[in-house]
């Protein structure tokens, strides 16, 4: 859908008892948004409910991959991964969005690789 200018953000940066940013609020200006797949930030009960708000929303998400790297929030390369084994992860985590958004009647739009994997 044109829309004009795009207004993205990440978000479903939040965790467990840990909760990061305000992303109710965030749904409702921008037209789309970058969620967190677990690696850096999110969990599976945040995804739903940030692909749930999206939707009412009219808002697209996206898949937010990153290396695994909760401690320093997905902003390290870890080391020692081979290329097909980081594949491997970012298409686990694409998947963990896509099968989370499909429970709510959603849809995945794109990718946006988070920190240092989107730095290689």
């Known amino acids: 859908m044109n829309r004009g200018v795009d ?10 008892a840990w909760s990061m940013g305000d992303d ?26 940030t692909a ?11 898949a937010h991959p990153s290396f695994m790297d909760l401690w320093g929030f997905g902003r390290r390369q870890i080391r020692g991964d081979s290329p097909a084994d980081i594949e491997k992860m970012i298409a686990y985590q694409i998947g963990a969005l896509q099968g989370v958004a499909a429970m709510v009647g959603h849809r995945v739009t794109h990718v946006k690789a988070h920190g240092a994997l989107s730095n290689m």
């Open 7 to 16: 207004l993205n953000s990440d978000m479903g940066e939040s965790f467990g």
């Open 52 to 62: 749930t708000q999206a939707k009412a929303n009219n808002v697209d998400i996206g």
């Open 24 to 49: 109710a609020a965030m749904l409702k200006i921008v037209t789309s948004a970058n969620v967190a797949c677990g690696f850096h930030a999110g969990d599976a009960l945040v995804m739903a409910e």
